[in-house]
């Protein structure tokens, strides 16, 4: 009976005849945090996947689990390296960036095993990503790869620091300027605000926005006290020495002490305001001729 005959007659069906009419399944949609665990070994490394998990996306964002702060750092160091080896596998497109849980992890203990090929697959993916595998075999070339790091980090376009020039993250929204600049730019409004406090404690917070674009009054607020306990220490210091200095400071700190506690224009400032909120025997070491 030849292969026609037996399909006629319901008996098996012909391998050959199985074959030609076998058509392969829809894909299923592979869960991207089951993929991502698969291949984390090829990723961070035998060690660090030892003590570290993916468990779960929330958004774009991919939570790790670790085994302790340490591990959550090496891994935050890492995190460029880490983002570009799985946004190279086909379902981690969509991970943004990555945030860590400390203690989920005991070393030794992994919920899945590994499928070496997706071992080697991933590996691959995070060495073209990266230049090298993780982790550094020594400080000189984890050293190397961080300088590699932040070279491509300078030329690689997105949001720039409008001071540095640096990038910044595009996630943060409307920055314009990075950490270290925008620090940098806040002391430097601050001290400007405390000198023009400073020199001219008279004037209202409106005639002060003049010379402050945008002046906050919680922020004139906050450099009145800082010069008012800066002043009151160095008037402390003029009681006990019992004399002031040789350039006279003392008492043009003493004025705006005053100007500043009272809120008084210069012109209602009297003796007796004076020696109320200084004290005589303060007031006579700063102006002498005037307390006798």
Known sequence: ??????????????????????????????????????????????????????????????????????????LQFLSLHVLAAIRALPSGGTVERLTFRTGLVQRGKRRDAVPMASRKAAKGAAARAAGSDFPAPDLATAFERLRARMTAATHAPGTRCTRCGAIVDAAAGAVTRCAPCAGEAERDRQTLVERIVYMAPWLTIEEMREQITDLRNAEFERARKRLLSRWWLVLERTKLAGAVSASGVER?????????????????????????????????????????
């Open 1 to 74: 009976m030849n292969d026609d005959a037996r399909e006629r007659g319901g008996g098996l069906r012909p391998l050959r005849s199985a074959l030609d009419a076998w058509k392969p399944a829809r894909g299923r949609n592979i869960d991207p945090v089951h993929a991502i665990a698969n291949a984390w070994p090829g990723i961070v490394g035998r060690d660090v996947a030892a003590n570290s998990m993916p468990l779960e996306l929330s958004g774009p964002t991919l939570v790790i689990g670790t085994r302790s702060s340490a591990w959550s750092q090496q």
């Open 252 to 292: 043009h700190v003493a004025s705006s002490y005053v100007l500043l506690h009272t809120r008084l224009p210069p012109d209602r400032i009297t003796p007796a305001v004076v020696r109320n909120l200084l004290g005589p025997d303060l007031e006579k070491i700063l102006w002498p001729h005037a307390a006798s």
